[in-house]
């Protein structure tokens, strides 16, 4: 079975720009999470996406946005990018939402802001 | 405070040297602790599920254990192949009824020959 996959896997932006990351999860999960891993933060939680629906949130400011498809696809977009918003962003996906199931993550996509 | 704490920060073992890692955490309604290994530039390989106190679970070189307060990570006889940052994950309760993934700072870990 096919693992999460993560596109791009590398993007280069300036400042004021926006991007969107793509996550395909592994055939069969609905759950997708997206994680922000900074060398100083550590992973940290932006959101939870189950059924096209959002069901959790971290502390990340509104320029932080995702979607979920019917497919179970998910989208993150960054809006106004900022210096600090450089990281590796890792999408992790399970079968059921908020429960007891494993996230398997995906590769990520190293985002840098010039 | 709901925390997960990790440590130590980085070890330093030579090769055949075993050393556990230790994950303590601070969540309430804990609904399950995860272990994580995580090499350079690479998403977090899942490598245990702890849903209770007394559990243990082991994949070859490592055995992982839980008490109500913390998890121990037991590495024995490690090869070189072992270094990499290991990841400690709690999933727990919160108010509104939601669940949450916290991650701990990891463990960095580098086997010598």
């Known amino acids: 079975k096919a693992g999460v996959t993560q596109t791009p896997r590398y993007l280069i932006k300036t400042r004021g720009q926006q991007v969107t990351l793509s996550c395909s999860p592994i055939?069969?999960?609905?759950?997708v999470s997206w994680y922000q891993q900074t060398p100083g933060q550590g992973l940290q939680f932006l959101f939870e996406?189950?059924?096209?629906?959002?069901?959790n949130k971290g502390n990340f400011p509104g320029r932080f946005s995702g979607r979920q498809f019917s497919n179970s696809r998910s989208e993150m977009n960054v809006s106004t990018l900022e210096l600090g918003d450089s990281a590796l962003y890792l999408c992790?996906?399970?079968?059921?939402?908020?429960?007891?199931?494993?996230?398997?993550f995906g590769p990520g996509t190293r985002l840098t802001v010039l | 405070e709901d925390q997960v704490t990790q440590s130590p920060e980085a070890l330093r073992l030579q090769e055949g040297e075993s050393s556990s890692l230790n994950c303590s955490y601070t969540?309430?309604?804990?609904?399950?602790l995860f272990w994580y290994r995580q090499d350079p530039g690479k998403g977090p390989e899942f490598l245990f599920t702890?849903?209770?106190a007394g559990e243990e679970k082991e994949k070859e070189r490592l055995k992982a254990t839980l008490t109500k307060k913390e998890s121990f990570l037991h590495i024995t006889a490690p090869k070189p192949e072992d270094s990499a940052t290991y990841l400690c994950?709690?999933?727990?309760?919160?108010?509104?009824?939601?669940?949450?993934?916290?991650f701990g700072a990891g463990t960095r870990l580098a086997v010598h020959p």
């Open positions: 992790a996906s399970s079968l059921a939402p908020s429960g007891l199931d494993t996230q398997y």
């Open positions: 055939s069969g999960h609905r759950s």
């Open positions: 996406y189950f059924s096209e629906t959002q069901r």
């Open positions: 969540v309430s309604g804990l609904r399950g």
């Open positions: 702890l849903y209770s």
């Open positions: 994950a709690v999933r727990g309760r919160f108010s509104g009824g939601y669940n949450k993934l916290i």
